[in-house]
């Protein structure tokens, strides 16, 4: 079944959900910043909803879950990929806080 | 889909390659930049939170989530609209693509719109690109830099709309036009969904 197929068979209930899903992840971020945690606490819970809102627009969206698995996994891997490796710097922000402006 | 698409000759002939990963050229064309762009945005939330966890006096302005709220619920509508758009078209809906191509750019236009007044508002409150009044002055920097990146994705995404409908309702494009635009106007709006958390979740004044 070719992309287009799919989507013609897909009916448009399933974007409504999905719609309906994002809202509400999007609404739990704001309840999210509302509570009462620590402001680390805070960045990773809307970080994961960001994440699965996110994921669900790419697959559902974008119509990633429709494409070839090999295309699928190649812009997965290869994003998620290089968005880790630019986590290597996290540990150094700190360093101007705790009183160690340079490397020791 | 063209014997061009499908085939691709090099120097040494009998060589026949299929297009890559078996989808359209302009369809991974598309996928690439937003693949491209992704590492664009990421690298800018990076640099802001790097910024944001080392500096105390960082500045929380935001006293209302009023704006950013139906800003969001606009942007993920129009991800709907564009989506409906979408399924017009490949039912050979030309009218009803057409309408639902330029529902998606004016909501598009409102979002932008809601963007520039939330932009004059900290503007008057004496918030520049180096200095505001509640702390360091990286804020406004970081802040107009991101917003900004996406703001002006949003515009061109708008002009792209606004185009591509015409043409597709003219003759001169067809669904896949419509869809490949669409891939482009659903990675805004997931961009979106980072930058409302990290930049105005964030900082709000509690």
Not at chain 1, 73 to 88: A, D, H, K, N, R
Not at chain 2, 82 to 103: E, N, Q, V
Not at chain 2, 124 to 142: Q, R, V
Request: proline letters at 3%; a positive charge.
């Amino acid at each position: 079944m070719t992309t287009a197929q799919t989507h013609k068979s897909d009916g448009i209930g399933k974007d409504i959900v999905v719609y309906v899903c994002l809202l509400a992840l999007a609404g739990l971020q704001f309840v999210i910043a509302y509570q009462n945690i620590e402001a680390s606490q805070m960045f990773v819970r809307m970080l994961a909803v960001a994440m699965v809102e996110a994921g669900l627009a790419v697959m559902f969206f974008m119509h990633l879950w429709t494409e070839k698995r090999g295309f699928m996994l190649f812009v997965i891997i290869f994003t998620i990929s290089v968005l880790l490796g630019m986590q290597y710097g996290w540990t150094d922000s700190t360093r101007m806080v705790v009183g160690a402006p340079f490397s020791k | 889909m063209s014997q061009a698409d499908l085939t691709m000759e090099g120097p040494s002939s009998g060589v026949t390659l299929g297009p890559a990963f078996s989808i359209p050229t302009k369809k991974l064309a598309m996928w690439l930049f937003i693949i491209a762009d992704t590492m664009t945005f990421a690298a800018c939330l990076v640099a802001y939170g790097f910024l944001r966890n080392g500096t105390p006096s960082w500045p929380r302005p935001f006293h209302s989530i009023t704006n950013v709220a139906l800003m969001t619920f606009i942007l993920l509508t129009s991800s709907l609209t564009m989506l409906i758009g979408l399924r017009s078209a490949r039912a050979g809906d030309k009218a009803g693509a057409f309408r639902w191509t330029l529902i998606t750019a004016a909501l598009g236009i409102v979002f932008a719109l809601l963007h520039i007044r939330e932009w004059m508002g900290l503007i008057n409150e004496g918030m520049t690109l180096f200095k505001n009044p509640w702390g360091t002055g990286l804020f406004g920097a970081s802040f107009f830099s991101i917003t900004g990146l996406h703001l002006t994705h949003v515009t061109v995404g708008v002009i792209a709309l606004i185009v591509v409908g015409v043409r597709y309702k003219g003759g001169r494009y067809n669904a896949d036009d419509i869809e490949i635009l669409g891939l482009y106007w659903h990675f805004v709006d997931i961009v979106w969904m980072f930058v409302v958390p990290l930049v105005y979740l964030l900082n709000l004044a509690h």
